[in-house]
């Protein structure tokens, strides 16, 4: 009996969650980043609503009809028992993904998180350019998660596993020059797909400023030349 599973919420059938098929999606409590646009701020204290046997029952039953467990957040790397429902979720026949802002890699690779046994797919939150030490930590609050995220794409790709990088434009990145540096320090590292994604106020509305870079056809494409697979979530 998992105790403190940090489960939050869930969505029980999900297709936006994941490139890689149709999703269920666990939203586990906990985070120590900060950010300015968080909209998830009621998951930043470890809460649990739901245990994992319950949980576990529900994909039983659901099995057939999924694709893919993503685990959420919050920022899923801090809940302790992630391992062991990685591999429960395996053994349902099911596929497991994280979404992640890459945090603690040290720490989840000894615990072999980052483990292509248990896990299929990485969403890899990128918040800043690489280049940008300062603008990563106004951004995030947290002054370790530009080196965490870097050691992280690193261990993914030592690794190979699959994984996405994307970025949510926010107010602070709305800026040409800032989302080209953000792409070039990318490739720079390697990095061959990425998305670039709208952030949405309270209302579901993107934020001022959105849609005209997201709308600029030959910004777009110039950065779409960037990567092997680049796309915009709006
Ligand atoms: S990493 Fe995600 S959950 Fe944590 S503060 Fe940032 S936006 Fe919120």
């Given at each position: 009996m998992?105790?403190?599973?940090?489960i939050?919420?869930y969505i029980?059938?999900?297709?936006v969650?994941?490139?890689?098929g149709i999703?269920f999606?666990?939203?586990?409590?906990?985070?120590?980043n900060?950010?300015?646009?968080?909209h998830?701020?009621?998951l930043?204290?470890i809460?649990t609503k739901?245990?994992?046997?319950?949980?576990e029952?529900?994909?039983s039953?659901?099995?057939?009809?999924?694709d893919?467990?993503i685990?959420?957040?919050?920022e899923p790397l801090?809940?302790?028992?992630?391992n062991?429902f990685?591999?429960?979720?395996?053994?349902?026949?099911l596929?497991t993904g994280?979404?992640?802002?890459g945090?603690?890699?040290?720490y989840i690779?000894k615990n072999?998180?980052?483990?292509p046994k248990?896990?299929d797919?990485?969403?890899?939150d990128?918040?800043a350019p690489?280049?940008n030490p300062?603008?990563?930590?106004?951004i995030t609050?947290?002054?370790n998660?530009?080196k965490?995220v870097k050691l992280?794409?690193d261990?993914?790709?030592?690794?190979?596993?699959?994984?996405e990088?994307?970025?949510?434009?926010t107010?602070e990145?709305?800026?040409?020059a800032l989302?080209?540096?953000?792409?070039?320090?990318?490739?720079e590292?390697?990095?061959?797909?990425?998305v670039?994604?709208a952030?949405r106020?309270?209302?579901?509305k993107?934020?001022e400023?959105?849609?005209?870079?997201?709308?600029?056809k030959?910004?777009?494409?110039?950065?779409s030349k960037?990567f092997k697979t680049?796309?915009?979530?709006k």
């Amino acid at each position: 009996m998992r105790g403190n599973s940090n489960i939050a919420d869930y969505i029980p059938f999900s297709t936006v969650d994941c490139p890689e098929g149709i999703s269920f999606v666990l939203f586990l409590s906990g985070c120590p980043n900060r950010c300015t646009f968080c909209h998830n701020i009621e998951l930043f204290d470890i809460k649990t609503k739901y245990s994992w046997e319950s949980i576990e029952e529900l994909l039983s039953k659901r099995r057939k009809l999924l694709d893919i467990v993503i685990f959420s957040g919050g920022e899923p790397l801090l809940t302790k028992d992630l391992n062991f429902f990685l591999e429960r979720t395996k053994n349902l026949g099911l596929k497991t993904g994280i979404h992640t802002s890459g945090v603690l890699p040290e720490y989840i690779d000894k615990n072999s998180i980052y483990n292509p046994k248990v896990l299929d797919w990485v969403g890899l939150d990128i918040k800043a350019p690489l280049s940008n030490p300062n603008l990563y930590m106004e951004i995030t609050k947290n002054k370790n998660l530009l080196k965490d995220v870097k050691l992280t794409i690193d261990i993914l790709q030592e690794k190979k596993i699959k994984f996405e990088t994307r970025t949510t434009l926010t107010k602070e990145l709305l800026n040409k020059a800032l989302i080209e540096e953000l792409c070039l320090s990318l490739k720079e590292k390697g990095i061959e797909n990425f998305v670039l994604q709208a952030c949405r106020d309270i209302n579901l509305k993107n934020i001022e400023g959105t849609d005209k870079i997201l709308d600029n056809k030959i910004f777009i494409e110039s950065l779409s030349k960037l990567f092997k697979t680049f796309s915009i979530r709006k």
